[in-house]
Nanobody
C-alpha cells in the first residue's frame, strides 16, 4: 500500500523554525518527484516547494524563497521541508505529494501529483 506520512508540524512563535518530514511506505521515493503544498482555512491550496527525483532541481513559491528549504534523503525514504523565519501567514495544513518522474524537474501544481499524504498542521502564533 502506497502511503505518504507527514510529521513535524506544531505550534511555533513568529520567527521560529520547524522541519517537516514526508516519509514514504509501500514504495521507494528514489524515482519520485515530491511537492509540498499548504492550505489555510478559507484559502486555496498553494504549492510551496518541490524537488525532482534526483534532488537536482528544486522550485519554491515566491512567498517562501529564502526561508524554506526542501531536501531529500532517499536512503531514509524521506523528504524534508526546513522552514525558518516563520510568519503567521505560514499557518496552514501542509501536505506532501509524490509523482513518479525520472526527469530532472518538478512541477509546483497539485494536479501533477498522484499520491498525497494526510497533512500536518503548522500554526505560527505568539
Amino acid at each position: 500500500q502506497v502511503r505518504l506520512v507527514e510529521s513535524g508540524g506544531g505550534l511555533v512563535q513568529p520567527g521560529g523554525s520547524l522541519r517537516l518530514s514526508c516519509a514514504a511506505s509501500g514504495f521507494t521515493l528514489d524515482y519520485y518527484a515530491i511537492g509540498w503544498f499548504r492550505q489555510a482555512p478559507g484559502k486555496e491550496r498553494e504549492g510551496v516547494a518541490c524537488i525532482s527525483s534526483s534532488g537536482g532541481t528544486t522550485n519554491y513559491a515566491d512567498s517562501v524563497k529564502g526561508r524554506f528549504t526542501i531536501s531529500r534523503d532517499n536512503g531514509k525514504n524521506t523528504v524534508y521541508l526546513q522552514m525558518n523565519s516563520l510568519d503567521p501567514d505560514d499557518t496552514a495544513v501542509y501536505y506532501c505529494a509524490a509523482r513518479i518522474s525520472r526527469i530532472s524537474a518538478c512541477v509546483p501544481h497539485g494536479s501533477w501529483y498522484d499520491y498525497w499524504g494526510q497533512g500536518t498542521q503548522v500554526t505560527v502564533s505568539s
